[in-house]
């Protein structure tokens, strides 16, 4: 199978975004899953609720003077502007930020905004990289990981889901709305929007020839990728990955295939 031309450069993806959340030994990030997860939607669900009594304060002013908005109308209003805070992402990362640091809060963030997809990935294939890479992330912490998955992540986008990372998002954004603080990584699988793209990359990953072309794609960028990203001057690092490349990618369909599995999609009023 011949990998299209990539469609553009990579994002560089921080070098925090799982080693916080992935510990020397993969089995123990199992413990996450059930606790209440770090991140924006603590801020998103504060927006929702100041949103909801901005509305119901707006019923009840248009209900006592007569107004012409009409409840439905009101309703609908509502439901658009909510909608739209995927639009605000950033300004509830910030105030999340903040928050946290005004704090002292250490909890790392699991899933944030350009990361989606990476730690997606990586939550659902945990077991599958502690068999394949044992060495490497045992050598390297969570560092090595971070580039690794930023790379794979990368190619997903490029050749497999080109809009996976906004559909995440706008998923994430929703979950938020629905759970707020109850908000849990297990809870966020079973969002529809994340089974989708679940689906799309175990297509792509069962391709015939497709492992081999992520192969050749990954073989030229990963040296210089996971050495800058991990801060490791170490030459040829990529060589030490392709060569259990294979096994991880031929472990990984499985893998997805259970996440799909386990986590039955779940349908919320929105």
Not at 159 to 174: F, G, H, P, Q
Request: aromatic share 8%; charged share 25%; net charge negative.
């Amino acid at each position: 199978m011949q990998a299209p031309a990539p469609k553009s450069d990579r994002e560089t993806t921080p070098a925090t975004s799982i080693e916080s959340t992935c510990p020397t030994n993969l089995c123990s990030a199992e413990q996450l899953k059930i606790k209440p997860l770090s991140g924006a939607h603590h801020c998103i669900a504060i927006g929702h609720d100041s949103v909801d009594a901005v509305f119901r304060f707006l019923r009840a002013k248009c209900a006592s003077h007569g107004g012409t908005l009409t409840d439905s109308e009101l309703a609908a209003a509502q439901m658009e502007f909510v909608d739209d805070f995927q639009f605000m992402f950033d300004q509830f990362k910030d105030i999340h930020a903040r928050c946290m640091d005004a704090s002292c809060a250490t909890a790392p963030t699991i899933f944030a905004k350009g990361r989606m997809l990476s730690s997606l990935l990586f939550t659902c294939s945990r077991s599958a990289a502690a068999h394949a890479f044992a060495s490497e992330v045992q050598d390297l912490r969570g560092n090595w990981l971070n580039a690794f998955y930023g790379a794979l992540s990368d190619f997903v986008r490029q050749y497999i889901s080109w809009d996976a990372e906004t559909r995440l998002t706008s998923a994430y954004v929703k979950a938020s709305r629905n759970h707020g603080q109850t908000l849990t990584i297990d809870k966020f699988l079973q969002e529809q929007p994340v089974q989708n793209v679940l689906r799309e990359c175990l297509r792509g990953f069962e391709t015939p020839g497709f492992s081999d072309a992520l192969i050749v794609c990954l073989n030229d960028k990963l040296d210089d990728t996971i050495s800058k990203d991990a801060g490791f001057d170490t030459p040829h690092l990529h060589k030490i990955a392709i060569d259990r490349m294979r096994e991880f990618l031929n472990r990984l369909p499985d893998e997805i295939k259970i996440a799909l599995k386990q986590f039955a999609p779940i349908e919320l009023a929105r």
